[in-house]
Nanobody, 115 residues
Framework: QVQLVESGGGLVQAGGSLRLSCAASISIFSSSVMAWYRQAPGKQRELVADIRSGGSTNYVDSVKGRFTISRDNAKNTVYLQMSSLKPEDTAVYYC?????????WGQGTQVTVSS
């Protein structure tokens, strides 16, 4: 059974930084597009950033220049480095591993940014 385990969420003041990690339990990693999504209260889940196996990345406009997604295929882990955090970044952040054959989600980790 595939598991994605997120860590690194928490409470931070505006302007601060956090790094989220997502470890996959088995090696679907190298064949997956890895992504971070977030869902704020009362809003739809949105894609924050994704990274392909070759390293190409994509970001939602609201986080460009502030967030960096990276992956370590040897450790089956994807990271989201978040800097210059804003209160509007407050959400539950979910890790996702997807390919044409599967689509797996983590349990989510809460990120709260205080003003």
């Amino acid at each position: 059974q595939v598991q994605l385990v997120e860590s690194g969420g928490g409470l931070v003041q505006a302007g601060g930084s956090l790094r989220l990690s997502c470890a996959a339990s088995i090696s679907i990693f190298s064949s997956s597009v890895m992504a971070w999504y977030r869902q704020a209260p009362g809003k739809q889940r949105e894609l924050v950033a994704d990274i392909r196996s070759g390293g190409s990345t994509n970001y939602v406009d609201s986080v460009k220049g502030r967030f960096t997604i990276s992956r370590d295929n040897a450790k089956n882990t994807v990271y989201l480095q978040m800097s210059s955090l804003k209160p509007e970044d407050t959400a539950v952040y979910y890790c996702n591993a997807a390919s044409r054959w599967w689509n797996h989600w983590g349990q989510g980790t809460q990120v709260t940014v205080s003003s």
